[in-house]
C-alpha cells in the first residue's frame, strides 16, 4: 500500500537528541557565567559560600536552601504527574550518556552495533580495537562529563588552578578521580540496569501517575492483545482480524531496557518512546498512526482528552509557586555583609574621674560580596562616640575579621542611684563605598553605671 506518512515529523527520537543538545550545552556553560563574579550556582564547601542565580550567599545564610530543596522535590512532583517518567527519556544525564556511548560511539562511529533500532542484539563478535577506541573515547567524555558536575561545587576558576597543583589537592583529585571512574563503569558495565534496579526515582515514580499522566502506551484496542492480565504472553502476533499489530517487534528489539511496552506500563520503562518511533513505519505502511503512542490511560482507553489542569497538578502548581516566591522574598532579604556583636564580660570601664564611661565589644564583621570593601559604622545614640575602630578599616571579598570596639560618653546619659543601666543602641555598619546597598542594623546594649559607683570614682 502506498504510503503518505512522513516517518521523520513523527519521530520524538530527533528532537530528544536535540533537547539533550540543549541541556549538555547549558549544563556546560551555566558554570562559566558569572555576574559580578557570582555564578548561576555554586555550593562550595571549601570556601563555605553558596551562588544563587549569581548572588553570593554565606554558610551562615543557608536558610535558603530548604527552600531549593523543596522547590526540586516539588518540581520533580509536578512534572512526572504530568508527563510520567519524561525526565528519564528527556533529560536524565544517564540517558543522555548512554545515547552518546551506545548509539553514537558503539553504533554510528565505530560501527560495532548494527543499527540504534536494535539494542537488545550485543555488540558485534571481536572487534577489539574498536572496543578500546570506544572505551577510550568514552573515558574522555566521562572526564569532562565528571569535571562539569563538580563545576557546581568547585567553580571553574579553583579547579583549573588545583589541577595544576596536584601535590596540595589530593581529596580534589580523588573526588574527580571517583566521579570519572563512576561514570565509565555506570555507562560502560551497569548500563540501564542503572534505571531499573538503582535509581530510586523509578520506585517512586509510579505512585504519582493518575489517569491522565502522559506515558508511552501501547492500544491494545487498535493492536490487540498480546499479554494476559497475569503478564503471560499469549502470541507475537494477535489473531484477530482487525488486530493491527503485525508482532514484527520492533519495538521490543529497539526498547534499551529490554522490555515490551505491550505488556503495559513497567517500572523499567524510561520513557525514551523508542518503541513509539519503531512502530511509526511499521504502521505507516498501513497508512495508520503508530500503535504506541504518547498520551495518557484516559485518552487511549476511553477516548477522554488528557486533562493537564486538574487538582494534583493545580496543587502542586501552587505549591511550586509559593516555594519560589518564599525563596525569592528570602533571597531579597540577604544582607550584602554580616555582623555578629558580643560584648566582652566587663560591663564597664569608669575614666577621669567618673566623668568618662567606656563599654567594649567585640564586632565580627564578613565581607560576604564578591569584591573588597571599607567598612565601618554609626551609633545611633550622639552622645556615644566610637573610640575604637578610629577609621573604616578594608577586609577582602568574602573574608571575615574580628574587631575590639570601644563606644565612650562623657554625657550623663542616665540619673540612676542604685543600678547600673542597660542603655538599647543600634548600631548601623556599613561599606563606605556602598553605602546604600551595603548596611545591616544590629541591636545592642550600653551599660551606665548608677550614680552610686560613679560618686566612688569622683573622690
Ligand atoms: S512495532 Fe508496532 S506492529 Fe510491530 S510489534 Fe510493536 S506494536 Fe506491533
Ligand atoms: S518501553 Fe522501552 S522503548 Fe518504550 S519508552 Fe519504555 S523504555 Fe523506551
Known amino acids: 500500500m502506498a504510503c503518505d506518512v512522513n516517518y521523520e515529523s513523527k519521530q520524538h527520537r530527533k528532537k530528544r537528541y536535540i533537547v539533550f543538545g540543549i541541556i549538555t550545552i547549558i549544563s556546560l556553560v551555566l558554570p562559566f557565567i558569572r555576574i559580578n563574579g557570582n555564578h548561576i550556582f555554586l555550593l562550595n564547601f571549601a570556601e563555605k559560600q553558596l551562588n544563587l542565580l549569581f548572588t553570593s550567599f554565606d554558610m551562615q545564610e543557608l536558610y535558603l536552601m530548604p527552600f531549593i530543596l523543596i522547590l526540586l522535590f516539588l518540581g520533580v512532583f509536578f512534572m512526572t504527574t504530568l508527563g510520567g517518567r519524561v525526565w528519564c527519556g528527556w533529560s536524565c544525564p544517564q540517558t543522555i550518556f548512554r545515547t552518546i556511548y551506545r548509539d553514537l560511539l558503539q553504533t554510528k562511529l565505530l560501527n560495532l552495533r548494527r543499527s540504534i533500532n536494535n539494542k537488545q542484539a550485543p555488540t558485534k563478535k571481536g572487534m577489539y580495537l574498536q572496543k578500546t577506541i570506544a572505551i577510550i573515547l568514552w573515558s574522555i567524555l566521562a572526564f569532562i562529563a565528571a569535571s562539569d558536575f563538580i563545576w557546581y561545587f568547585v567553580p571553574p576558576e579553583n579547579y583549573f588552578a588545583y589541577l595544576q597543583d596536584p601535590a596540595n589537592h589530593t581529596v580534589f583529585l580523588g573526588f574527580l578521580g571517583g566521579i570519572t571512574a563512576f561514570i565509565i563503569y555506570d555507562v ?272
Open 188 to 459: 560502560i558495565l551497569l548500563k540501564e540496569n542503572f534505571c531499573v534496579y538503582i535509581c530510586p526515582y523509578a520506585r517512586v515514580q509510579s505512585v504519582m501517575f493518575d489517569e491522565d499522566t502522559i506515558q508511552p502506551i501501547y492500544s491494545e484496542s487498535r493492536g490487540g492483545k498480546i499479554y494476559d492480565e497475569h503478564g503471560v504472553k499469549l502470541w507475537s502476533k494477535p489473531p484477530g482480524e482487525y488486530d493491527d499489530c503485525t508482532g514484527c517487534e520492533a519495538c521490543v528489539r529497539v526498547c534499551p531496557t529490554h522490555i515490551d511496552i505491550r505488556k503495559g506500563m513497567q517500572l523499567e520503562c524510561i520513557n525514551c518512546l523508542e518503541c513509539a518511533d519503531a512502530c511509526v513505519p511499521v504502521m505507516g505502511k498501513l497508512g495508520k498512526e503508530s500503535l504506541i503512542q504518547w498520551t495518557s490511560a484516559n485518552e487511549d482507553e476511553r477516548g477522554i482528552k488528557t486533562k493537564y489542569i486538574r487538582f494534583r497538578t493545580v496543587a502542586y502548581g501552587i505549591a511550586l509557586t509559593l516555594a519560589f516566591i518564599g525563596l525569592m522574598y528570602m533571597g531579597s532579604t540577604k544582607e550584602h555583609m554580616l555582623l555578629n556583636i558580643n560584648r566582652t564580660s566587663e560591663l564597664y570601664k569608669i575614666k577621669d574621674g567618673g566623668k568618662t564611661v567606656e563599654n567594649v565589644y567585640t564586632f565580627l564583621f564578613q565581607n560576604t560580596d564578591s569584591k573588597d570593601h571599607k567598612y565601618y559604622f554609626e551609633v545611633n545614640n550622639k552622645d556615644i562616640k566610637i573610640v575604637r575602630p578610629s577609621k573604616p578599616f578594608s577586609l577582602k571579598a568574602r573574608k571575615k575579621e574580628r574587631k575590639i570596639v570601644i563606644l565612650r560618653t562623657t554625657k550623663t546619659l542616665i540619673d540612676t542611684e542604685k543600678k547600673d543601666t542597660p542603655i538599647p543602641i543600634t548600631i548601623k555598619a556599613f561599606a563606605t563605598d556602598d553605602k546604600d546597598k551595603i548596611v545591616v542594623l544590629r541591636h545592642t546594649i550600653f551599660f551606665y553605671p548608677s550614680e552610686t559607683v560613679l560618686e566612688k570614682y569622683k573622690k
